[in-house]
């Protein structure tokens, strides 16, 4: 029988009891779930979005005074809301149709397999280069999951080939959600936008005759709802039914090319001060702190070159400094091929004043003596991946260290007392990390050798010491004065 997304029953929740159950959209106001549970990680952040979309849609908070009075979970309200919403989201039958284009679309199917950003497309399995990215998994998709997949594609649609258009966040965005960490509903609640409820089903893209991109055609922020953030249609795609079974897709080119938009859930950046905002987007790796500026905490500089998402930035004031973290999740794209998905949690970072330029200071220090230590490695290791490893290890040894600095930070530790044990904490690793490379089997080197890496622990001990350029800059960011060398001080003795 066909799915309608909003009457019916069919996302997968994890409750707090460790129950899993299937929920209609409107149920996600209930106190005892935990989180989805579909079984992809991909679809699960897919998930999160289209909830927040929904609640965005049918019944936003006005202001902060609003969201904080309706924090507690009304199911009945939020049934009532939603209900008017229905016509509009059936997956299948006649049009018109959830994300999908307005009129019946004629080609041949492609595999519904290709809703996954991380399977194969059609050039690489006709040329048999799917060797990391497989073709052909899913040969057929029961509804649920198709609507979930669906919604995921067109929300974070990668590049695809001539006219095939990416998401109005580009291809793989960041997506960053705060979480309270009690649940399903407070996670959604902490990320839906003020507002005011679609008034009409047509401000949603697959309600109304399809926009083409035909040439310079494009749908900015101005012309559209403010829903269509969560709901754009950036791909024309027309889903292929046999009972309760999608088994082919149907894609023509020339969807929606979105511009100027500002998505709530993603951090931003410029390349310069004044330039155009661009969309974050995950690295391959650990997320770990040299990431969080711009991302989970808000950067020190004046030119806006980053900012984090709109709903990370408004959770301080609206939750009156409640503790949270966020969950920063997407898929990590190089071009049109999938990398890695991300999946983290990090802190969401409420600082200002000395502590928050104390805290962008130590994510840039960190950074300049990352570097110190991939060249004072020089001796040791050839340039390329073996020395980046060790830079990236650096990072990953630091990264208790630096929690538990900002940890003094949020309790209130005096910023320069803070600064010089992270000053240390970087100094013992970035050294271990050296020593551990350079000194097993010195003695059987040739002389210049050893001397070379001598000179290379020296070097690196100056920077730390700040009695190096690059050390006192260094010193310099952690709001900390360098020591004066010798030879400054028998001039200003002289």
């Not at 990416?166 to 960041?174: F, K």
Request: charged share 25%; hydrophobic share 45%; proline share 8%.
């Amino acid at each position: 029988m066909p799915l309608n997304l909003i009457a019916d029953s069919w996302i997968p929740v994890l409750a707090k009891n460790g129950e899993r159950r299937v929920i209609a959209p409107w149920q996600m106001a209930d106190a005892s779930l935990l989180r989805p549970d579909w079984p992809r990680a991909d679809l699960n952040i897919a998930c999160y979005e289209l909830l927040i979309g929904l609640v965005f849609l049918a019944d936003p908070p006005e202001d902060a005074e609003d969201w904080d009075a309706r924090q507690a979970p009304d199911p009945d309200r939020l049934r009532a809301r939603l209900a008017p919403l229905a016509e509009a989201f059936n997956l299948t039958g006649n049009s018109p149709l959830f994300l999908q284009d307005f009129d019946e679309l004629e080609g041949e199917p492609n595999p519904p397999d290709m809703l996954f950003i991380d399977s194969a497309g059609a050039n690489t399995a006709k040329n048999n280069a799917d060797l990391m990215v497989r073709r052909g998994r899913y040969g057929a998709l029961d509804l649920p999951l198709a609507a979930m997949a669906l919604y995921g594609f067109q929300a974070h649609a990668p590049s695809g080939g001539a006219g095939n258009r990416t998401s109005m966040r580009g291809g793989g965005p960041m997506l960053t959600l705060v979480d309270p960490g009690a649940g399903l509903w407070p996670l959604v609640w902490a990320n839906v936008p003020d507002g005011e409820p679609a008034e009409e089903l047509k401000i949603l893209p697959w309600m109304r005759q399809t926009i083409a991109s035909v040439g310079d055609a494009r749908v900015w922020s101005r012309q559209a709802h403010p829903a269509e953030a969560f709901f754009g249609q950036p791909r024309r795609l027309r889903l292929v039914a046999e009972g309760e079974w999608v088994t082919g897709v149907i894609q023509r080119p020339y969807g929606a090319n979105y511009a100027g938009w500002v998505h709530p859930l993603s951090p931003y950046y410029r390349m310069k001060e004044g330039a155009e905002l661009l969309p974050q987007h995950p690295r391959a790796g650990l997320f770990g702190y040299r990431h969080w500026l711009g991302v989970a905490a808000a950067m020190r500089d004046n030119a806006g070159l980053k900012q984090r998402a709109e709903m990370v930035d408004a959770w301080p004031a609206r939750s009156n400094h409640a503790k949270a973290n966020i969950i920063v999740a997407g898929w990590a794209m190089d071009n049109m091929k999938p990398r890695d998905f991300t999946w983290s949690l990090a802190p969401l970072i409420d600082l200002d004043g000395k502590p928050a330029l104390l805290l962008s200071g130590m994510v840039e220090a960190a950074e300049l003596f990352a570097l110190s230590l991939r060249r004072a490695l020089g001796p040791v290791l050839a340039e390329g991946e073996a020395r980046e490893a060790l830079r990236e290890a650096f990072y990953a040894k630091t990264q208790s260290a630096f929690e538990a600095r900002l940890a003094e930070l949020t309790a209130g530790g005096p910023p320069e007392e803070v600064a010089r044990r992270w000053l240390a904490d970087m100094r013992k690793v970035a050294l271990g990390l050296f020593e551990s490379r350079a000194l097993p089997g010195l003695d059987q080197r040739e002389t210049d050798q050893q001397k070379a890496v001598v000179d290379a622990h020296r070097f690196l001990c100056a920077d730390f010491a700040g009695k190096s350029k690059q050390g006192a800059q260094a010193w310099g960011m952690l709001e900390l004065t360098p020591p004066v060398s010798e030879k400054k001080e028998k001039g200003v003795k002289a």
